[in-house]
T-cell receptor, first 113, second 115 residues
Framework: DTGVSQDPRHKITKRGQNVTFRCDPISEHNRLYWYRQTLGQGPEFLTY????????KSRLLSDRFSAERPKGSFSTLEIQRTEQGDSAMYLC???????????FGSGTRLTVV | AQTVTQSQPEMSVQEAETVTLSCTYDTSESDYYLFWYKQPPSRQMILVIR??????QNATENRFSVNFQKAAKSFSLKISDSQLGDAAMYFC????????????FGAGTILRVKS
């Protein structure tokens, strides 16, 4: 494994469009987390999965946001009807339940114009 | 809810000198972990050092060390012999020991290293 991969690295979209991001975690990590980071701020928790089960969602995750992790492998984060306020870096991280270390991906920077 | 506060938005240090970044946190848990992460501009977040709350001994990783004061809920990072490559945004983070184990981050401190 070469780490946590996120795709795309950058996404520019028009307001109102839908976007989908992908995260491929380290294969032996059963926990996967999504965070959102706005410019000059620390990352904020959005949601996490243990295997394929989504166990917690932040109040930041409005009903326009949906995340999936089919088969407990890669994960997708979809934003419907994007708004300018959705512009941010979306970070994915993975860890093993028994291991308290997180590995972060390089993130997907979303710009809504 | 747990909170993490980094009171220094920006710090500067001369190359080869020592700098300390501050972090305080608030929690009612007794079992938790604390981390410092480094995020260079437009690059991946990297773990610098971690501390288990049950350990009294302060963690060290080469030039990086922490001063963990559990009663005061303080967790500062000391960088010795600063190098140009240390320039980055540094985040203090708290990880709950309970289910979920999500990280709660501070707002970050920008560290500038002067040559």
């Amino acid at each position: 494994d070469t780490g946590v991969s996120q795709d795309p690295r950058h996404k520019i979209t028009k307001r109102g469009q839908n976007v989908t991001f992908r995260c491929d975690p380290i294969s032996e990590h059963n926990r996967l987390y999504w965070y959102r980071q706005t410019l000059g701020q620390g990352p904020e928790f959005l949601t996490y999965f243990q295997n394929e089960a989504q166990l917690e969602k932040s109040r930041l995750l409005s009903d326009r946001f949906s995340a999936e992790r089919p088969k407990g492998s890669f994960s997708t984060l979809e934003i419907q009807r994007t708004e300018q306020g959705d512009s941010a870096m979306y970070l994915c991280a993975s860890t093993h339940q028994a291991n308290y270390g997180y590995t972060f991906g390089s993130g997907t920077r979303l710009t809504v114009v | 809810a747990q909170t993490v506060t980094q009171s220094q938005p920006e710090m500067s240090v001369q190359e080869a000198e020592t700098v300390t970044l501050s972090c305080t946190y608030d929690t009612s848990e007794s079992d938790y972990y604390l981390f410092w992460y480094k995020q260079p501009p437009s690059r991946q977040m990297i773990l610098v050092i971690r501390q288990e709350a049950y350990k009294q001994q302060n963690a060290t990783e080469n030039r990086f060390s922490v001063n963990f004061q559990k009663a005061a809920k303080s967790f500062s990072l000391k960088i010795s012999d600063s190098q140009l490559g240390d320039a980055a945004m540094y985040f203090c983070a708290y990880r709950t020991g309970s289910a979920g184990n999500k990280l709660v981050f501070g707002a970050g401190t920008i560290l500038r290293v002067k040559s």
